[in-house]
């Protein structure tokens, strides 16, 4: 099945440091989502990426489709303490039997120290 | 907030009871999935619901059923349960198909529902 590789697995850095994750896949997705998620709650989203080459903005936070639609890249500018909890890329199945399906990568564990 | 709520937040069951979990769509959505999350792991697709039939699944036993309601509203069955069944149990909801500016595979996530089986 498909699988998505996300790195590096854990982050540790000081607040106002700039922060960059990414995520790669053997398969082709036409739809690249990025999550965050905080201890006891569900994932919130950050950013969704529908275009092979798009790059988007939402406040401190870009994330880039990439043009072999094969990886994405979510970067955090000047980072702050709330900024601390699980980063996760995630890609839809475009069809057969798990239609609907995201595959979630294994997620990115950031830490910031104040 | 997305507007998608899910109802208990926590609950423990012993091994071999059955747990039915709820969750309301957001305002406007049509599609409901369901996710399992292991402590430490990514979440696991289970299926989706769309038109209160079944519209895609993961790998995961019959066991895991569900319904969907003409309100949209969604709930999770899980007969038998096992030990490994501990988990937090995620619904997320999407717009089939999409208006213009997004993609139907956007899934906005509900809080959970934390699953304990002893």
């Known amino acids: 099945g498909q699988q998505l590789n996300q790195s590096p697995q854990s982050m540790f850095i000081q607040e106002g440091e700039d922060v960059s994750m990414n995520c790669t896949s053997s398969s082709i997705f036409n739809t690249w989502l990025w999550y965050k998620q905080e201890p006891g709650e569900g994932p919130v989203l950050l950013i969704a990426?529908?275009?092979?080459?798009e790059l988007t903005s939402n406040g401190r936070l870009t994330a880039q489709f990439g043009i072999t639609r094969k990886d994405s890249f979510l970067n955090i500018s000047a980072s702050i303490p709330s900024d601390v909890g699980i980063y996760f890329c995630?890609?839809?199945?475009?069809?057969?039997?798990?239609?609907?399906?995201?595959?979630f990568g294994q997620g990115t564990i950031l830490t910031v120290h104040p | 907030e997305t507007g998608v709520t899910q109802s208990p937040t926590h609950l423990i069951k012993t091994r071999g009871q059955q747990v039915t979990l709820r969750c309301s769509s957001q305002?406007?959505?049509?599609?409901v999935s369901w996710y399992q999350q292991a402590l430490g792991q990514g979440p696991q697709f289970i299926f989706q619901?769309?038109?209160?039939?079944?519209?895609g699944r993961g790998n995961f036993p019959p066991r895991f059923s569900g319904l969907q309601f003409p309100n949209y509203s969604s709930e999770l069955n899980v007969n038998a349960l096992e030990l490994d069944d501990s988990a937090l149990y995620l619904c997320a909801s999407s717009l089939f198909p999409a208006t213009s500016g997004g993609a139907s595979e956007t899934q906005y996530f509900g809080p959970g529902t934390r699953l304990l089986v002893l």
């Open positions: 990426l529908y275009k092979a080459g």
């Open positions: 995630a890609g839809p199945n475009a069809g057969g039997t798990s239609y609907g399906k995201l595959t």
């Open positions: 619901y769309y038109r209160e039939e079944e519209n």
């Open positions: 305002s406007g959505h049509n599609t």
